[in-house]
């Protein structure tokens, strides 16, 4: 299946633009999602953390994606 990802913060600059798109199997867990976007966009790891959010609430990794989920990638935020 093809899911949209949306990118927020620096995420935006590492996948070069805020929505790329990931072609996954059928029963893909957002575990599965992070080492295909980590292993497309090696950057990705170098940030100390970053959350998945999937329909606008936070993903744990075990959690399976469906193909008309709407998937964000949230890097960490600082701020003052």
Same mark, same amino acid.
């Given at each position: 299946?093809?899911v *949209?990802?949306?990118a927020f %913060? ?5 996948f070069?633009g #805020?929505l790329v798109?990931a +072609?996954?199997?059928n029963d ?6 992070k080492y295909?976007?980590e292993?497309e ?5 170098k940030?100390?953390?970053y959350?998945?959010?999937? *329909? *606008? +609430? ?6 399976t994606?469906? +193909? ?5 990638i949230?890097?960490?935020v #600082?701020g %003052?």
């Amino acid at each position: 299946m093809k899911v *949209n990802i949306l990118a927020f %913060g620096i995420a935006k600059d590492i996948f070069g633009g #805020s929505l790329v798109t990931a +072609e996954l199997t059928n029963d893909a867990t957002i575990s599965n999602l992070k080492y295909l976007l980590e292993k497309e966009y090696p950057q990705l790891k170098k940030l100390a953390t970053y959350m998945v959010a999937v *329909n *606008n +609430e936070y993903a744990l990794d075990g959690d399976t994606i469906h +193909e008309r989920d709407e998937i964000a990638i949230i890097p960490p935020v #600082s701020g %003052g």
